[in-house]
């Protein structure tokens, strides 16, 4: 099975080409750029074109949610119409599309869990681009799964994890918001979820397609829940670790306004494919181990 990932550098692409080791069926070719820039009409075309393979997971996206709200025509562009590019360039091919997507296509006001069918309503220019990216991605291509995540980290690139960790270094007091809550969601969980769905497929020809799903981290916790979890682990490996305080919001204003609950509800997922995200303070455990160690 022949799969192609787009954003080949970021966290879900390092995450996938890391855990298709495991996964001996499967044959992952990761583009970024500068060889594919989604920013460039035609771009994913003829990458598909190249590759012919028989899955894409668009893992490329703008994820820069407060630089957004400046650059809104680039985050559309990135978000969504490249994203119904790159699943219309599939389905040229004869191939599904994964179409990773967002907890921020939501406003946050429900109380409990976002299953799929609740309504979207999206805060800013990243959740708007996001949604927009859905929409094409729907239309384009019929062998599509979205898969919204949330508060994603992992060893790889810039996240929520790292900072704490390295904010650790300097300071003794960390203050971090508590009055947000989510779903926290490694990168290498999130990729074991898509390579499972995937070997699905391959058993149980499109189970699932068409449709569109949560995938992450069981559980929940703010920022600052998360924060305090990620010190913790870093006390017990004797790495630099803080202590966190709880503040509000609007003690820490940022250009783009996120969530104040996007709690993802990943069950539609382990019933369609029998695949159950690790509880998030599992994840982090592992994550913190990871960055722990040093780099090879
Ligand atoms: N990070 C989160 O907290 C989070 C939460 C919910 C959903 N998601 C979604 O999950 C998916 C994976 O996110 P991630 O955390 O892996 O993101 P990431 O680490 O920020 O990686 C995004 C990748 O997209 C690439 N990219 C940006 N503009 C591009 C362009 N014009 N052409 C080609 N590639 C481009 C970047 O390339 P460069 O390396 O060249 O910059 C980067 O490698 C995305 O769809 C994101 O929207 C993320």
Request: glycine fraction near 8%.
């Amino acid at each position: 099975m022949k799969i192609l990932v787009t954003g080949a550098e970021g966290q879900l692409a390092r995450s996938l080409v890391e855990r298709s080791q495991f996964h001996p069926a499967v044959e992952l070719v990761a583009i970024g750029r500068p060889d594919l820039d989604l920013a460039v009409p035609g771009a994913a075309a003829a990458a598909i074109r190249s590759v012919q393979p028989q899955i894409v997971i668009n893992a490329a996206a703008y994820t820069a949610v407060d630089k957004a709200e400046d650059e809104p025509d680039l985050a559309f562009r990135i978000n969504a119409e490249a994203a119904g590019e790159v699943a219309e360039a599939a389905a040229a091919v004869g191939a599904a599309v994964i179409q990773v997507s967002t907890d921020y296509v939501f406003d946050g006001s429900r109380e409990g869990p976002y299953d799929e069918a609740a309504p979207t309503a999206p805060l800013g220019v990243y959740g708007r681009s996001k949604l927009e990216g859905e929409q094409r991605v729907r239309a384009a291509n019929p062998r599509h799964a979205i898969v919204r995540t949330a508060w994603v980290y992992s060893p790889f690139g810039s996240n929520f994890v790292k900072t704490m960790m390295n904010a650790a270094r300097t300071r003794d007091l960390l203050t971090v918001v508590d009055d947000q809550i989510g779903s926290p969601t490694s990168a290498l969980d999130l990729a074991e979820g898509l390579l499972r769905m995937i070997a699905i497929w391959a058993e149980d020809r499109d189970r699932g397609l068409g449709a569109t799903y949560h995938l992450g981290g069981a559980g929940q916790t703010s920022w600052c829940g998360l924060a305090q979890a990620i010190m913790a682990e870093c006390a017990k490996r004797s790495l630099p670790a803080a202590e966190v305080h709880p503040i509000a919001t609007s003690d820490w204003p940022t250009r783009a306004k996120r969530p104040a609950n996007s709690v993802l509800n990943s069950g539609k997922f382990v019933r369609t494919f029998g695949f159950e995200m690790p509880a998030w303070r599992d994840s982090v455990a592992v994550v913190v181990s990871r960055l722990a160690e040093p780099e090879r």
